[in-house]
């Protein structure tokens, strides 16, 4: 039996962090920290009442005209369509928008949209995503992301890691990227020194520096133990990326700003990337992802995917064999049930679909109209 989309409802939400972020590249209007992310929100609901719930994200800006491509663009696309062809449905959006938008808010629209019709597929099935799309394992070590932001102090961001660690998380991973980049290798010197040679601690630069000064941090990083150099550069910056990862022992990690399976494969490509990290609102979704995956398969590379847990567990579980998730709960406050944690992995939802729901009271309480 065939069932039809019906309605496509889109909503927008400004949840507050549970703890204001500070990046290399991202601060508030003053240059502070950021307490609040934006949350474009799609319902699709099919003939016999089945909905799919899908989201994305954004901290700066960008997420009401992401609202906007939802409902004006991709909506009319959808109504009467076949909930279960995501592979035609992506394909179609993808193509609609193509000249404005191959990377940025219309994949990121995208993204939402592949995952509610991922949620509905599960729904119809009667089986959580990561089943659906191969169960290769029943849970992911995780680290924990939030708690090393460069507007903290070394004894705040260690009072935040023992609490991942105590949870029997594998490690924590620490921001860095102040305009003296000695302060960061101090900083992180002193939280190695603190929570003991055998934690495992990565770093992330967030595109903060220029090829030189990047070279003079990894290799200091390399003396520290860290596990990985996380966007040292431009995420446009191939060749420097691959100059780095020639010249450098400590594994590049990146991807997180990367917006499709092409820009991956050009990346593995020049052999500018060790470990890969998509995410899965900024590459399109569910479907694409998993094709990410597959390239860092071909070419033996750990994938380590960032941010929006929630949802990343599925594809964590569903086609990775091995690999970490990073622990952000940005908009763990929008769920009904919090992600599972149990003996430091993250376990996937079993409901069918993607296991998430967010209450209308939520809805209403942090609406952005």
């Known amino acids: 039996m065939t069932t039809r989309i019906s309605e496509v409802r889109t909503e927008l939400l400004r949840m507050p962090l549970p703890r204001p972020m500070q990046s290399g590249s991202s601060s508030g209007k003053k240059g502070g920290p ?99 799309l191969g169960g290769r394992r029943e849970s992911a070590p995780v680290y924990g992301s939030d708690g090393g932001w460069l507007y903290m102090s070394v004894s705040e961001m260690v009072a935040a890691f023992e609490g991942y660690l105590e949870q029997g998380m594998m490690g924590v991973k620490m921001k860095i990227g102040h305009e003296n980049p000695k302060v960061d290798i101090q900083r992180v010197g002193e939280v190695r020194k603190t929570l003991g040679d055998d934690v495992w601690i990565a770093v992330d630069a967030n595109q903060k520096w220029d090829f030189p000064t990047a070279m003079w941090v990894g290799r200091a990083l390399e003396q520290l133990g860290v596990a990985w150099f996380e966007e040292p550069l431009l995420c446009e910056d191939i060749p420097g990326h691959a100059r780095l990862a020639a010249a450098l022992d400590i594994p590049i990690a990146m991807g997180e700003t990367l917006g499709s399976r092409f820009e991956f494969d050009a990346y593995l490509r020049a052999n500018a990337v060790d470990i890969l990290q998509p995410d899965i609102v900024r590459v399109g979704g569910i479907t694409e992802m998993a094709k990410v995956v597959t390239l860092a398969d071909i070419a033996q590379l750990p994938v380590a995917p960032h941010h929006m847990m929630e949802s990343t567990i599925h594809v964590a579980c569903g086609v990775m064999g091995s690999g970490p998730i990073e622990y952000m709960p940005w908009v763990a406050g929008a769920f009904a049930e919090p992600a599972q944690i149990k003996n430091g992995n993250m376990v996937p939802p079993e409901k069918p679909g993607l296991g998430l729901e967010i209450p209308e009271e939520i809805i209403r309480r942090y609406r952005v109209e």
Request: hydrophobic share 45%; with cysteine; glycine share 12%.
């Open 34 to 132: 950021v307490s609040h992310i934006n949350m474009p929100v799609v319902f699709i609901t099919t003939e016999d009442g089945i909905r799919g719930l899908g989201y994305a994200w954004s901290l700066l800006g960008g997420a009401t005209a992401t609202r906007c491509v939802l409902r004006d663009d991709f909506a009319p696309l959808l109504i009467g369509e076949d909930p279960l062809d995501h592979e035609r449905l992506w394909h179609k959006l993808y193509k609609r928008l193509q000249s404005v938008g191959r990377h940025g808010l219309v994949t990121q629209a995208q993204a939402a949209v592949d995952l509610a019709l991922w949620d509905i597929k599960g729904k119809i099935g009667g089986l959580p995503v990561y089943k659906l």
